[in-house]
């Protein structure tokens, strides 16, 4: 008899379980942090998400408790500790001190985010509806970056139903290359109306607005390329601006630059 109950509860824990190996492949997660600001913001998620678990498990575990043990077919009676001083300052002083235990490695990761002093290079970053311009200050590069995706495969005019590119919105036909292990900073401005640089994997959004210079900076741990969007609204195409960024080793970095210096025009005759 028991076993016949048993039966529907087991079926249906068999199911999750065999679903739950066949959806291993979908990750629920932050994107893998490629840079120690990143690994900051993500170690802070996942900290302070634990704080709030073990706080959720003592607050309802004693109220579920209480209401079982404390019910009124029992004969409980309601205490009373009106005005208690003891219990009012440890509930002021317990939770300021988890707040304050929060707080404080936040803080100091806004700060270091913040701090873009002794950086190896600088890229200014100009945004524009609805694009990104690139000026690196020490190699004297530029140029503007645009999204590759095909008009046809986002508005599925002639291809409904078609398969997409695997990096659909999120591919440039002129990614930012960067070497890696490189303090890189980023001036970030706007032309037009705000905009956001956000780059996740790399632990950067920021706005890019209109007579400002806000900057910013990374320093890629991996070398791969890491994909971001615009992170403001920003007018029509605002999904259409993303930010494709290749991390290179440091010769393949040098080699990058002095193959977009050679495709570069040559530099106007200077007037006499
Ligand atoms: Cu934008």
């Not at 409904?160 to 070497?179: F, M, R, S």
């Not at 632990?203 to 971001?228: C, E, L, M, S």
Request: hydrophobic share 45%.
């Amino acid at each position: 008899m028991l076993l016949k109950h048993l039966r529907a509860p087991s079926l249906f824990l068999l199911t999750l379980c065999t679903s739950a190996a066949s959806f291993a492949d979908y990750m629920v997660d932050i994107l893998p942090p490629a840079s120690p600001m990143a690994q900051n913001a993500y170690d802070l998620h996942f900290g302070i998400l634990m704080v709030c678990v073990v706080i959720f498990f003592i607050v309802f575990g004693a109220m579920f408790w209480s209401i079982y043990a404390h019910r009124r077919s029992k004969g409980a009676k309601a205490a009373q500790f009106h005005e208690n001083t003891a219990i009012e300052i440890v509930w002021t002083v317990v939770p300021l001190v988890v707040l304050v235990a929060m707080a404080w490695p936040a803080t100091r990761t806004m700060l270091e985010m913040k701090d873009a002093s002794g950086s190896d290079m600088t890229i200014k970053v100009t945004a524009l509806q609805w694009r990104w311009q690139y000026d690196y200050q020490q190699d004297g590069l530029s140029f503007i970056s645009n999204l590759a995706t095909p008009r046809n495969q986002i508005d599925e005019r002639e291809q409904a139903g078609k398969a997409k590119n695997e990096h659909y919105l999120l591919e440039v036909d002129h990614p930012v290359v960067v070497p890696v292990n490189k303090k890189v900073r980023l001036l970030i401005t706007s032309q037009d109306v705000i905009h956001g640089w956000y780059v996740p994997q790399l632990g950067v959004n920021q706005y890019g607005i209109p007579g400002f210079i806000k900057d910013a900076w990374f320093t890629a741990t991996k070398v791969g390329t890491f994909r971001g969007q615009c992170s403001q609204i920003c007018g029509k195409e605002h999904a259409y601006m993303p930010i494709v960024v290749e991390v290179k080793s440091e010769a393949d970095y040098a080699k990058w630059v002095q193959e977009e210096k050679a495709k570069m025009p040559p530099p106007a005759a200077t007037m006499r």
